[in-house]
């Protein structure tokens, strides 16, 4: 049994190996391209527009919420990284309904590529908005003892960003997997509608933690002074 899309190999030439992983990564953005040249061929301001054009604004809106809900800023400046990362991890999860379809979350090195984008995004966002001193006091506070501690604690959540993924995603693959062999009929189907509804759960967590650890890193303090002083 094929645990990850990593051991599915399609082609190999010496160091190079076209795995799941690779050609379903690409089946997905090719995907969202195809969606993205659909929904933006024809743009209208009318109330006469698309399906797909419909479907992308009614999407971007909800993220676009979600982001000032969190930030309580504007969300322009955040809502390319944070809408690609979203609907990636939520097509990749929801196309495993497609016989034949391994989910590219399903691989370490996805989840792991994903967090990082994350964990660089994290310093890039706050330094376009606090500057690079102004971000750095946040490792020295409230005493420079706590600068380790503050960088583990940042890597720590990166990789805790990619193994809940990767295992959330590959472990209901492998259910889904066993229980088509043990039980070929009607129970592996509710288990993959099952599957679909939480693979989209996950994509949504992933998002928001990634809004959440984005968020922290680029709050200013007067903005945190001032939001303090509303609540008293």
Same mark, same amino acid.
Request: charged residues 15%; positive net charge.
């Given at each position: 049994?094929?645990? #990850?899309?990593?051991?599915?190999? &399609? ?10 992983? $690779?050609?379903?990564?690409? $089946? ?18 009318? !109330? ?8 992308? %604004? ?5 993220? *676009? ?8 800023? %504007?969300?322009? *400046? /955040? ?9 990636? $991890? ?10 034949? &379809? ?22 890039? /966002? ?5 500057? +690079? ?30 193994? *809940? ?7 209901? #693959? ?13 129970? !592996?189907? +509710? ?9 989209? $759960?996950? =994509? ?10 984005? =968020?922290?890193?680029? *709050?200013?303090?007067?903005?945190? %002074?001032?939001? %303090?002083?509303?609540?008293?």
């Amino acid at each position: 049994m094929k645990v #990850t899309p990593d051991n599915i190999i &399609y082609w190999q030439k010496g160091f190079f190996v076209l795995n799941a992983t $690779i050609v379903f990564t690409w $089946i997905v953005m090719g995907l969202l391209l195809l969606v993205s040249w659909l929904a933006t061929r024809t743009l209208r301001t009318d !109330p006469r527009i698309s399906y797909w054009q419909n479907f992308l %604004e009614s999407i971007f809106q909800y993220i *676009r919420n979600q982001i000032r809900e969190v930030l309580r800023d %504007e969300p322009s *400046r /955040y809502l390319p990284f944070l809408g690609t990362l979203f609907l990636f $991890i939520s097509l990749s999860n929801f196309l495993t309904f497609v016989p034949g &379809y391994q989910p590219p979350t399903g691989s370490l090195s996805t989840t792991g590529a994903l967090a990082v984008c994350v964990f660089f995004a994290v310093p890039l /966002y706050g330094i376009m908005r606090k500057g +690079v001193p102004g971000y750095l006091k946040h490792y020295f506070q409230p005493t420079w003892f706590m600068f380790p501690f503050h960088v583990i604690s940042e890597i720590s959540r990166t990789l805790a960003l990619a193994i *809940r993924l990767f295992g959330n995603i590959m472990s209901g #693959t492998l259910i889904a997997a066993i229980l088509i062999s043990v039980v070929p009929l009607f129970l !592996p189907v +509710v288990m993959q509608a099952f599957g679909l509804l939480i693979g989209q $759960i996950h =994509a949504y967590i992933f998002a928001v933690l990634a809004l959440v650890y984005i =968020a922290s890193g680029s *709050r200013t303090e007067g903005k945190q %002074e001032r939001r %303090e002083g509303d609540e008293g």
